[in-house]
C-alpha cells in the first residue's frame, strides 16, 4: 500500500475539499484526483461523493477511514521504532507552534531527558493544521497548540491559560499615544470578537498578521506595538526591549495539549507529570507580567480588565 494515497485519502476525508487537500499537501490539484482515483481502483469502491461544495466520504470511504488511520500509525510507528538511536529504549515526537517552545517546550524536553534518559525524542515545529495532520497520521504522539482540531483517536486537554498584552517597543507609549505604531495580530476568532468589543478604535489598523508570536521580532526591531502572549515576552520586557503598554485590557488565550489515544499509558503518565510541572514555571513568568501590567495600569481603570476577557 503506497502510504501517499493513504495521507492523501485523509487528507480530502479531513477538509472535505480535494483544493483545500491538495493546498495542505502541497501538491496540485489534479494529483490528489490521480492519488485518490488509484486508490479507489484498488479497493473497487469509490470514496468520496463528489460535487460543487466538495469532497464527501461515502459509505464505503468512512468505512476505510479507521483502517487508513490504523495502518498510517503502524507504518510511523514502526518506522520510529527503527530509527531510534542505540541507547534508547522508547521514542516520542512532541510539536508545538512557535511560541509555546520558548520557555514551555524546551522546558519540557529539559525535564523529559532528566526523567527518562532512555527516552529518544523529537521536536517539530507549525501551525495547527500541520501539528493536527502529524497528529492523525502519527508523525506525533502529541502536540501543544492554542486552537486543537477535534479529530478520531486525539484527545485534547487544556492545561494553561495564557494571557495575551500589549506591548511596544516605544519606552512610555499609552493607550492614547498607540497612533499608527499599533499592528494587529490575528490570534483567532475569538480573539478577534473580544478585541473589537474592547478595542474598537484599533479595529482598523491598517496592518495584520497571522504569525502568532513571531511578531515579537518586528516590533522590537521597529517603532510598533502588538498583543503577544505574557509568558513569550517576558525575556524582552526582563531586557528592555519591549515595554508593557498602561491601561491596555489583556485578553486570556488558553493552551492546549493533544494526545494521541494510542501513546504508551506509562510514558504518557511521565510525560503529563513532567509537562505540569514545565507549565506551572511558564505560569509563574506570566502572572509576574500581569502582575507588572497592574501596577503600571491606574487604579481607576482596573475594575475594567476583566471586561475584555474572553468569555
Known sequence: MDIALLKTFLEVASTGSFANAADRLFVTQSAVSLRVQRLEDSLGKPLFTRSRAGAELTPAGREFERYALSILRVWEEARQQVAIPEGFTRSLTIGAQYSLWPRLGFR????????????????????????????????????????????????ARKFLEEELVLVSSIP??????????????????????????????????????????????????????????????????????????????????????????????????????????????????GEAVMDQLLEITHGDHLDTLGDARLD
Not at 501513546?263 to 505560569?283: G, I, K, N, V, W
Open 108 to 155: 519540557w524536553i529539559d525535564r523529559l531527558q532528566a526523567a527518562m534518559p532512555d527516552l529518544n525524542i523529537r521536536a517539530e515545529l507549525g501551525m495547527p493544521d500541520r501539528l493536527t495532520r502529524f497528529l492523525i497520521e502519527g508523525v506525533m504522539q502529541v502536540g501543544l497548540l492554542y486552537m486543537p482540531q477535534l479529530r478520531p483517536g486525539l484527545e
Open 172 to 285: 512610555g507609549v499609552t493607550m492614547d499615544t498607540l497612533g499608527d505604531n499599533y499592528v494587529f495580530v490575528d490570534w483567532g476568532p475569538e480573539f478577534v470578537t473580544a478585541h473589537a468589543r474592547a478595542l474598537p478604535h484599533l479595529t482598523n489598523p491598517g496592518l495584520s498578521f497571522s504569525l502568532g508570536a513571531m511578531v515579537a521580532d518586528y516590533v522590537i526591531n521597529r517603532q510598533a506595538a502588538a498583543y503577544l502572549p505574557a509568558r513569550y515576552v517576558k525575556r524582552y520586557i526582563d531586557a528592555g526591549r519591549m515595554h508593557l503598554v498602561p491601561d491596555a485590557p489583556p485578553f486570556p488565550y488558553p493552551v492546549w495539549v493533544v494526545w494521541r489515544e494510542d501513546l504508551d499509558p506509562d510514558l504518557r503518565t511521565q510525560a503529563e507529570a513532567e509537562l505540569s510541572a514545565a507549565a506551572h514555571l511558564a505560569d509563574q513568568e
